[in-house]
């Protein structure tokens, strides 16, 4: 399978950056875009960004476009969420997702698109 795995998350002031990183291992050639989804206490989990290998396409949800950035490395296997002008509202759990079908399908935002999950990494933007 693929296993993924992110880091990169922390507490951060409103109008703060954080870059969260996501390593794949494993069958890393079945994976044909990756995304990051959030999920915050009491709310289900929602799409934020993804993007296909390579990086020639990328979507954002409407509540971060313009301040969070998805981007890859294929040589390292790693995707990164660049993420700036941080809200209290961005508060949540940040997964890593990668997906080997369509990228219609991704950009639905539906979780059942994306086949492999990391554990997590917690994102609390407070001051």
């Known amino acids: 399978g693929v296993q993924l795995v992110e880091s990169g998350g922390g507490l951060v002031q409103p109008g703060g950056s954080l870059r969260l990183s996501c390593a794949a291992s494993?069958?890393?050639?079945?994976?044909?875009?990756m995304g990051w989804f959030r999920q915050a206490p009491g709310k289900e989990r929602e799409g934020v960004a993804a993007?296909?290998?390579?990086?020639?396409?990328?979507s954002y949800a409407g509540s971060v476009k313009g301040r969070f950035t998805i981007s890859q490395d294929s040589a390292k296997n790693t995707v990164y969420l660049q993420m700036n002008s941080l809200k209290p509202e961005d508060t949540a759990m940040y997964y890593c997702?990668?997906?080997?079908?369509?990228?219609?399908?991704?950009?639905?935002?539906?979780?059942?698109?994306?086949?492999?999950w990391g554990q997590g990494t917690q994102v609390t933007v407070s001051s």
């Open positions: 997702a990668a997906a080997t079908g369509s990228w219609c399908s991704v950009i639905s935002w539906s979780s059942n698109a994306f086949g492999y």
């Open positions: 993007c296909n290998i390579g990086g020639s396409s990328r």
């Open positions: 494993g069958y890393t050639y079945r994976i044909k875009y």
